[in-house]
């Protein structure tokens, strides 16, 4: 595709349930990061990829936040027993490397968990 | 800790007026800083990199060690520019912004 792809757009989930989040990077861009964008807060940052690896997870609000990046690609975001403090716009973007090149976001996925 | 630290949370100006986006970072080496731009409705999207020393939009934003300020400034705001900024500093593996200025720029 030509930008970054993230689904679903919305998701609305029960307390205590898991969700996945999924975001399809620019082809060819190696560098992949997870933001949280919450009323107030600005742009939390929660992990980054580069490749399949990810050098810091510092960032995952708890041990319930878990995230994945296969074949360099596709990365998904896993929110177990999420809690009402999960609710969001959770956005990726991606980079062709890391350092002074243009990260590209995706349009987001907000989450309401009620 | 590395840290971005955007002051105001609103800005509003008139249409013409001049405009100053706060920005202070804490770094220890060589910081690498950006302004990202989100439109209403619209994807974040990069505005300028200090490395560039470019002006988009009308807007510049230098870097000042000294101050560890990279402020971003309009001369003559225009209501297009209405929308939320966000200063950002890359730091060795991640990106990370501040918390976000809202401009609005009234007619």
């Known amino acids: 595709g030509a930008g970054v792809s993230q689904s679903p757009s919305n998701k609305v989930t029960e307390k205590g349930k898991d969700v996945e989040l999924r975001c399809d990077p620019i082809?060819?861009?190696?560098?992949l990061y997870w933001y949280r964008q919450s009323l107030g807060q600005g742009l939390e940052f929660l992990i980054y990829?580069?490749?399949?690896?990810?050098?810091?997870k510092s960032g995952l609000p708890s041990d319930r936040f878990s995230a994945e990046r296969t074949g360099g690609s596709v990365s998904t975001l896993t929110i177990q027993r999420t809690q009402q403090e999960d609710s969001a716009v959770y956005l990726c973007?991606?980079?062709?490397?890391?350092?002074?090149?243009?990260?590209?976001f995706g349009q987001g996925t907000r989450l309401t968990v009620v | 800790a590395q840290r971005v630290t955007q002051p105001e949370k609103l800005l509003s100006v008139f249409k013409g007026a001049p405009v100053e986006l706060k920005c202070n970072y804490s770094?220890?080496?060589?910081?690498?800083l950006f302004w990202y731009v989100q439109y209403s409705r619209q994807r974040l999207q990069l505005l300028l990199r200090?490395?560039s020393r470019e002006s988009i939009k009308g807007f510049t934003a230098d870097l000042n060690k000294g101050e560890t300020s990279f402020h971003l400034k309009k001369p003559f705001a225009q209501e297009e520019d209405s929308a939320m900024y966000y200063c950002?500093?890359?730091?060795?593996?991640?990106?990370?912004f501040g918390t976000g200025t809202r401009l609005q720029v009234f007619p």
């Open positions: 950002a500093l890359y730091n060795t593996d991640k990106l990370i």
């Open positions: 200090h490395i």
């Open positions: 770094y220890s080496g060589s910081p690498e």
């Open positions: 082809s060819g861009h190696t560098a």
């Open positions: 990829f580069q490749g399949n690896s990810a050098p810091d």
């Open positions: 973007a991606s980079s062709f490397r890391a350092s002074y090149t243009e990260a590209f």
